[in-house]
């Protein structure tokens, strides 16, 4: 048995392990990436720590530890009853606001992960508050990311772009935009709609004056805080009676704790966008910088990042390097190339692409798949055009899996949810992603010839 085929079985009996047993994906993972790293592989500690995420691990401790402070704090409470004014009380309309806005910072150049972690914890305590489905607001963050992210202007469009005309094939910038951007915006509608964004429309508005029907089908202006999850998401309520709060912004006070922290994630979003500053690190300055000003409110804030989630998506991440680093990825891949049927081929690069993106880099993946393509692009008998957009869409869209950098952060940020649970409801999501999309955009994109 060779060691590529090794190191993917050893892949799924973690996976079964951890589904069967309870025990920690990503504890599991790094005794994978030791032991196939070590007698398949022949690395040393060295080489299986190559794929260690440091990025990610510091992304995620920062960005979890800045908003523990912002939600003790009361910023988060501020911020919410601020975005039910700016929709006049039409929660159905946040998570359209959400992937709205997450969609423009891709489009303007920012990276994807960055935009997420900046968006994605106040969407998620939104949905905490008013009983909105985390699996909604999460996908919506993640799929309005990917649907600005293949921009003229944008990073992924721009190295997508690159790679198009470094190896010389016929390009288009606006169908790959257009093309990542209608596949989202199909994926959120039929999202929206299964998890429950049509009884928010039917429930009506929550309004200023606390007058209306509320969202969550309690009294008006009601919190959601201790719901386990929400509707459309198959998880269970565990509330007391919720108690009724003010839709106002000026409801929360206003107090130098929560202006400070209001400008900090005014600085963050500076930072990251004007500066290209690295969001993790940018964000765990901010945190510390409020910690020392106002210690009381931080005091539980480092106990409540999400550190279960920091050990699963690392230990997975380390994993997958290890697998890049003895040549497994591309092992696959090069197989796939070398089929002689160009269609066939089209296909099985697409879901390569979909699979192994929703656990490591989209953009080294593109970087990866787009060459291997070349040879049957070649022939004429695909369309270039047709293929790069279809692969970049596959590559991306993939990334609400909670083992992506994007889906990773949106199972941080969920407050008052019973995680595992929400873990294997975006496992499952990711599943289903992976298993149909790469299909449809391949009979859409490449079938017909695009290019």
């Not at 690069?349 to 080294?364: D, E, K, P, Q, R």
């Amino acid at each position: 048995m060779s060691p590529e085929l090794i190191s993917i079985l050893v892949l799924a009996v973690v996976f079964v392990i951890a589904t069967t047993r309870s025990v920690n994906m990503g504890a599991l993972a790094f005794a994978a990436a030791f032991g196939v790293g070590t007698l398949v592989a022949d690395l040393d500690a060295d080489g299986v720590f190559a794929g260690f995420p440091g990025d990610l691990f510091v992304v995620l401790v920062g960005v979890t530890y800045l908003f523990a402070i912002a939600r003790a704090n009361g910023t988060t409470d501020w911020l919410v009853h601020a975005a039910v004014r700016l929709v006049r009380g039409r929660v159905a309309l946040i998570p359209w606001v959400m992937f709205a806005l997450t969609g423009a910072l891709t489009a303007i150049g920012a990276v994807s992960p960055a935009a997420v972690a900046i968006v994605a914890p106040i969407a998620l305590s939104f949905a905490a508050r008013y009983r909105i489905s985390p699996l909604l607001m999460g996908a919506m963050v993640v799929h309005g990311a990917q649907a600005g992210g293949f921009s003229p202007i944008s990073i992924y469009g721009s190295i997508v772009n690159g790679i198009v005309e470094r190896e010389k094939l016929p390009g288009s910038e606006i169908t790959l935009f257009l093309g990542s951007l209608l596949v989202n915006l199909v994926i959120a509608g039929v999202v929206f709609v299964v998890c429950g964004g049509l009884k928010l429309w039917r429930q009506g508005a929550v309004t200023e004056d606390g007058d209306g029907g509320d969202v969550s089908g309690a009294p008006t202006g009601t919190t959601g805080e201790g719901v386990k999850g929400g509707e459309g998401g198959g998880t269970t309520r565990t509330a007391p009676a919720p108690t009724a709060v003010t839709t106002r912004p000026d409801g929360v006070r206003l107090t130098p704790p929560v202006i400070a922290t209001l400008v900090s994630l005014t600085a963050l979003v500076v930072a990251v966008l004007g500066f290209d500053l690295d969001a993790g690190l940018t964000a765990i300055t901010l945190a510390v910088v409020l910690s020392t000003a106002w210690p009381d409110d931080s005091r539980r804030a480092v106990s409540e990042i999400a550190w279960p989630t920091v050990l699963l998506i690392c230990g997975v991440l380390t994993y997958v390097g290890v697998l890049d680093e003895m040549g497994t990825i591309t092992w696959a891949g090069e197989g796939v190339g070398g089929i002689g049927v160009p269609l066939l081929a089209a296909v099985l690069l697409c879901y390569i692409g979909g699979i192994v993106s929703a656990f490591a880099s989209s953009v080294g993946i593109m970087g990866a798949l787009i060459p291997l393509a070349v040879p049957f692009l070649a022939q004429g008998e695909i369309g270039a055009v047709g293929m790069v957009t279809a692969l970049a869409v596959s590559a991306t869209v993939v990334d609400v899996s909670p083992f992506s950098t994007n889906g990773a952060l949106v199972l941080a940020a969920a407050p008052d949810v019973d995680r595992e649970r929400f873990f294997r409801q975006l496992m499952a999501y990711g599943g289903i992603v992976v298993a149909t999309v790469p299909a449809v955009v391949w009979l859409v994109m490449v079938v017909p010839g695009w290019g």
